[in-house]
């Protein structure tokens, strides 16, 4: 029997032989699909003798075309399509050459379902170094911003002013194609509210990098990587989209790609007005305790925006092994944001005393323009690569304000009433240079080294204004120009090595820092030149193809940038400012994380312990600034040194401190978590995601100021908190092709060192109906079902007690339409796991 198969196989290896040694003739014809008389391309055609015996075969191009030689006979020819009926021609006669004309392929219902089945297995993909979160799936983003998008990622928190957290640290960097993005610029939670959910293809995040990856950002990085179609021909989609309040966009991704180029393009216009609200009431006392003012404050916001933004680029497939990409994005925005505050003063015994109203107008135009180049080059190994990155970007953001603060109903206008007008502009250039090599060699090793060189240069010039009279003066406390300079250039190496079911990566990484801060009117010039090294270690055991349990540590750095350095205040309030730190050190975390993942059919399980160490971590803290709003009351100031009212007449005024919140480097910092997540689908028709994260964060450090008397008070910052946060995710396929999802998400309370942030809840949902044959999808998304995304807090100050709610965006309610252009909604589903399948890498530290 043994030798009888030896035989049959040697015989089946013999026969094409056989065939191929005689003078060939060819075979042609087209594949179509028979419901749309569409052509069919990657369909498999195969030639085989009339004993089954696989002579020839090939694949279908962009128009269905087929073309294979054989030599002359008898054959039976078989054609397949993923979720198509096989297709056969029985005992043709091959004598010369033949076209088979057009042949019809049938969609098979049972293999179709299955398919969609796999393609739509899992929004969130859990794996031991990352979670890869497919956008395309997610209804509830659909017509949403990137910022909607982070926000539904597990791990991750997108907060009520936009900052990105990744397990409650926001020190994150985010990467834009797996490569370091100029578009981002300055002020990366605004950027993100402008780029469209639909122009990502999927999210990965990344909680504990390894030395391949720039070092910035101790909470890790998350990665948005961009839709680009990997389908010959011509396809893409475009989505439409309305909204209230006023959230009307539209979008399209387009592509063509051939043989030799692959074009593609992400393009989107918005419109959007996001109302928001928020209030303190405070308590003031004196240096005994006592009650001496309460003060309420009430602010609405009306934040109108319209945009655009562009991506163009070429793939260039030099040669098999060769690709050069290039492409621009252009962004550019310009917003309104009238913010109406109303201050209520009342004495110490609760006594109304009078409402002042303080209207804010800001403009911003915002423009950017990046252009990126890339160049790919692999060698006969597989695995075997060089990539080398460029890019240039320029951002512009300029802003102007008019503040009128006006006391209500007051007698003495001219004295009481002020009229402020400021003016921020920003231009920055950004140059990025980057190269990586990897080398495969022997049974599972690798070695891996790079260089990346970034260089920043951001002036910022900043200019307030009062009306006296009718001349506006300027305001030196409020006026400076900032010039950054930021050079850093880093050079990385590890190895990686696979024996049996042991995997380790061990990786160095150098980077030298040259940073200029130079604050001209102040004459305030600060140089900080440092250079550090950020190892990394990452050790994996696979106890079988469905579980593993990896270890790994790294060092990370996270420098202070934009606001956390700019000293000009936002006049918005002129009793609780925020001011920047010019001064502020970077802050270095070493990160360790310990990790299981088991598999068992329906469900996924994943689970880690963490713990960063972060040394000069930053913190905001509040203090009194030492200056003060004094309100008139029925009489009239006489004003001493210092700010200081010495004399009243015919009146007893109400002094109000001025609260400045700024940044600091504040001792360490020791984050200790765990947390949890879960891929479950119990039916075909049901998936369920949940992420839930717990963690300790203690404080320790002390903060010295000198009061407005002149007196050193040194607050102590020991804190220890407790939070937690969880997210839960369900998508329900029911009939008649109607998908509805709802998640919903809590972050618990957490102390801080001056006050206590509580809870806060919200809910999204969404329902969609395919149709036009699958090749449209109509959405309706509610985004914070029970408007009560709101940012509450208390605050215990030395002479202020405070709370405050904040509300960024009210509930949201978005219609939106997508259309596929020549692909249906399971091939678009089936491409992009194709797609996250690919661009694994078995040593990438987690």
Known sequence: MKNFKTLLFLFALITPLVAFSQNKVTVTGTVIEQETKQPLEFATVTIQTTDNVTVNGGLTDVNGRYSIEVAPGTYNIKFDFISFKSTAIQNRQVSSNTDLG?????????????????????????????????????????????????????????????????????????????????????????????????????????????????????????????????????????????????????????????????????????????????????????????????????????????????????????????TWTNSVNVRSSEGDNPTSTYFDYFDANGNFDKTRFRYNVEDENDDNVQFSTNLLKKFNNDGHELRIDASFAKNTDYETARIDDIVLNTATPETDNTFERTLNDEDENRQLVQADYVYPFGEGNQFEAGYRGSFTELVTDSKAEELQGNVWVTNPNFTNLLEYKEKVNAFYAQFGSKIGNFSYLLGLRWEDSDIDVNLVNASDYNNKRYNNFFPSAFLTYEFSESSNVSISYSRRINRPRGRFINPFSSLASNINIFTGNPDLDPSMTNAFDLGYLKKWGKLTFSTSAYINITDDSFQFVRRESGDFVTQVVDGEDVIGENNEVIEVIGGADIRTPIILTTPINLAKEYRFGFEFNINYNPYRWWRI????????????????????????????????????????????S????????????????????????????????????????????????????????????YTNLPQVDSYSEMQWRERQVTLSFTYRFNMKKNERQREQRDQQGGGDDEYMGG
């Open 102 to 322: 057009v042949t019809a392929m049938a969609p098979d219902a049972k293999l179709l379902n299955e398919v969609e089945i796999v393609a739509e297995r899992s929004t969130v993909d859990i794996k031991l170094d990352k979670r890869v979160y497919s956008v395309g799936q997610d209804m509830i983003v659909r017509g949403g911003t990137v910022s909607d998008v982070l926000d539904n990622v597990p791990s991750v928190s997108v907060d009520v002013e936009g900052n990105v957290s990744l397990r409650g640290n926001e020190s994150v960097t985010i990467l834009i194609d797996g490569r370091p993005s100029n578009l981002a610029g300055t002020n990366v939670a605004e950027v993100l509210r402008l780029l469209p959910a639909d122009s990502v293809d999927k999210v990965e995040v990344i909680t504990n990098p390894s030395a391949r990856y720039d070092a910035e950002g101790g909470g890790g990085i998350i990665n948005i990587i961009l839709k680009k179609g990997k389908a010959n021909g011509f396809n893409g989609s475009v989505i439409a989209s309305v909204g209230d309040p006023a959230n009307h966009s539209v979008s399209a991704n387009l592509n063509f790609r051939s043989e030799n180029f692959n074009l593609f393009s992400n393009l989107g216009y918005n419109y959007r007005k996001s109302p928001g609200n928020s209030f303190t009431d405070a308590e003031y006392f004196d240096g005994d305790g006592n009650t001496t003012s309460f003060v309420d404050e009430r602010r609405d916001n009306l934040r109108q925006s319209e945009g655009f933004n562009g991506g163009f680029g070429i793939e260039l497939f030099l040669d098999e092994s060769t």
């Open 689 to 732: 995601n949940s992420n839930f994260n717990f963690f300790r964060n203690e404080t320790d450090g002390d903060y010295t100021y000198t009061d407005f008397e002149g007196n050193v008070v040194t607050q102590n910052f020991d804190n220890t908190a407790y939070s937690w946060f969880t997210r839960v995710n369900s998508k329900i």
């Open 734 to 793: 029911l009939p008649l092709k109607i998908d509805w999802q709802l998640n919903a998400d809590y972050r618990g309370p957490q102390d801080n060192a001056q006050g206590r942030s509580l809870g806060i809840f919200s809910a999204n949902t969404a329902i969609s109906k395919d149709i036009l044959n699958e090749r449209a999808t109509l959405s309706l998304n509610v985004s914070d079902i029970f408007n009560s995304r709101k940012r509450r807090m």
